[in-house]
């Protein structure tokens, strides 16, 4: 199952405006992306042109970190979205980076997940569309323009205490220099972890008379994102994305939608369902996407799709196949991936 977001992406005017400080056209983009001219007025894009259309900008930098670096601290903050202007004009660093997890829901297609333990905090970047994923050149320039939001906001040089990419970024000297710390190439994630102190810093752009604009109007947004689907739709898409590690119940989903567990239970009981059962399926649906993949271990699998002991997972999923799940692998490995 797709995420319940449009197909459609907004590109923000100070992304072409970004560009041309850079030496760079929209139509340079558009003619490098083999796509057609009147893309550059249009006020959405398809996922796939948008991935084109950054691919397409790496592509004429030459040069992947310089290509994150320029764009990233480039950006006029008067050209900042209502999204972004939001969290530019926060309290603090830790406001800010909230809001922005927040309101990146109304810019698919990627989703951030932070989270603050011990003197740390990370912020994890994720795909809506896991079958899809975007160029490493758009995962840097966002894990870059977060750090950038903090520098910007406190006035400060705060740097990172270390960064994670999935693949090669080019040379890394140049990012270590960026970010103030240590990067790994090759990671099972895109994060940026954060020194959890810098998040109580007060931002020097704080205005609060903006706020009281902007989010009720942001806010009026995500609502109505989320209620354009079934209510069925949207908790199976929470839960996909928060399923690994387990402890996830139905008041941390009635929370991220603003609602009471009892308000949940009772709009899932109209479209004849229940937050167990929708559990246990998408649990199901994952084991067997993720058993398919010969890299995983049974235990990693269990972890994947909640269970924090592998005995458990064992015994849900013997119920669900009537066979344990190193015989369902044996299988099944080799044939299509199941969808």
Known sequence: ????????????????????????????????????????????????????????YSDLIGDTPEAIIKLATVFDTATYPPTVLATYHSRDYRDALNRMVRYKKLCPPESLRITEENDICKIELEWLDKEHTGPQILIGITLAFLLELGRRGTGQPLTAQFVEFSHVMGDMRTLEKYFGCRIRTGAKCNRLTLHRSDLDRSFTTYNEELLEILTPALDQSLHEQQYSHSITEVVTWIIKRNLAGGNFDIQAVAKQLSMSDRTLQRR????????????????????????????????????????????????????????????????????????
């Not at 056209?25 to 009147?38: E, N, W």
């Not at 269970?307 to 490995?333: C, K, M």
């Open 268 to 339: 899932l009981a109209a479209q004849d369902t229940s937050f167990k059962h929708l559990l246990a399926q998408v649990k199901h649906e994952q084991a067997r996407v993720y058993l398919q993949d010969p890299t995983l271990d049974i235990k990693d699998v269990a972890f994947l799709v909640g269970y924090e002991d592998q005995n458990s997972f064992y015994r849900a999923f013997h119920l669900w196949e009537g066979i344990t799940p190193l015989t369902w692998r044996n299988e099944h490995v080799g044939k299509n991936p199941i969808r």
């Open 1 to 56: 199952m797709k995420s319940p977001t449009s197909d459609y992406i907004k590109i923000a005017p100070g992304f072409w405006t970004g560009l041309i400080q850079l030496g760079i056209t929209a139509h340079d983009v558009a003619r490098k992306a083999q796509l057609p001219f009147s893309i550059v007025s249009k006020p959405t894009v398809t996922t796939t042109q948008y991935f084109s259309i950054w691919e397409a």
